[in-house]
């Protein structure tokens, strides 16, 4: 009768474990922003199995890391119960299965998965490596004080599927956060693409007419692009302009937006900037450049750029703020690349 009772009792729990893991995986299934879905995760966890510690660790520049890096408003909460690690490190510990790891004794090697700015009292862990689309990210742990609360040879099956589910979510929230950033940026250099940057310049020029605030627009392009293209091959050709956009970005305050605008062109805008601060810091970028060239292999290649300045300054901007101030930073390009060329064909 007591066996009975007690094969019943097991039973009980084990529905009711399912149940729990039934309901962190319907409340991670249908999550589509990659923070969203690791703040459901971790408190789903610690609500449903009221355990002390939940946390993940993130193997470093894995696809997972790069898209945590994305996120521009985590929660402290959230980020302190994230740790990155070293590859290596990682799968010394796992030996790249994909299986949950049990472990409640000589845990020492196993605490380089815990946050850094935590303190844990962990005595038991859970060890259940996620995936994204076939590699191993990292894992989803779990820890408590008590020494028995996980121990190997107990079943993981039920985790086991928990990670499953985890890492298809993965996957499917990368997908989206991928075409959502393909909405808004140019797919080689990241930056901003023409539509957002057209949205962006009608928001600052309103800005900057309400607020009688100055607002600067560079139009600029590189110089001798077809010929990198023709000598080096249009591969180097999209390298330079990799490499140019990410310099840009590098020289110019967190407030200016960098956008590619087609091609070889791109456009800067730079709130509450006059001309001759807009000139100075494309002549600081100038040099700059020139001080950069791009590196393939073994052979250098100059970046050189020719740029247009139009400010809401200007007393000759005619028509509608915006497409003015575009049109005029375009004109003033054009300018200087035909005395440029003048020059270089009386040379």
Known sequence: MNDEISLYQ?????????????????????????????????????????????????????????????????DPELKASINIIDRSAFFALTGQQTEPILANEGL?????????????????????????????????????????RFEPGMDTSLLEQLATKVSLCLSNVAAHEKLKFLAYHDPLTGLLNRRVMETALARETARASRYNLPLSVVF???????????????????????????????????????????????????????????????????????????????????VVISFGVASTMDTDLQGDAPAALLKKADERLYEKKAARQNKEGRA
Not at 117 to 143: C, F, T, W
Not at 226 to 251: I, P, R, S, W
Not at 273 to 285: G, K, N, S
């Open 10 to 74: 097991r039973l009980r729990e084990n529905e009711e474990t399912a149940k729990k893991f039934y309901e962190v995986e319907k409340k991670i299934l249908s999550i589509l922003r990659f923070k969203d879905l690791f703040d459901a995760l971790l408190a789903e966890i610690k609500g449903q199995f009221n355990l002390p510690y939940v946390w993940l660790s993130i193997i470093e520049n894995s696809e997972a890391h790069h898209l945590i890096e994305s996120i521009n408003d985590m």
């Open 108 to 148: 020492k090697p196993f605490f380089k998965l815990l946050p850094a700015d935590r303190h844990y009292l962990v005595k038991s862990m859970a060890i259940a490596p996620i995936v994204m689309d076939g590699e191993i990210v990292g894992s989803l742990n779990q820890g408590d004080a008590a020494q028995d």
């Open 220 to 302: 600029l392009d590189l110089d001798y692009f077809k010929k990198v293209n023709d000598t080096h091959g249009h591969e180097t050709g999209d390298a330079l302009l990799k490499h140019l956009a990410d310099q840009l970005v590098d020289q110019c305050r967190g407030t200016d937006i960098v956008a590619r605008f087609a091609g070889d062109e791109f456009v800067i805008i730079l709130p509450e900037t006059d001309t001759d601060h807009a000139t100075a810091l494309m002549h600081r970028i100038q040099e700059h450049l020139a001080a950069s060239p791009l590196v393939c292999g073994e052979t250098p290649i100059p």
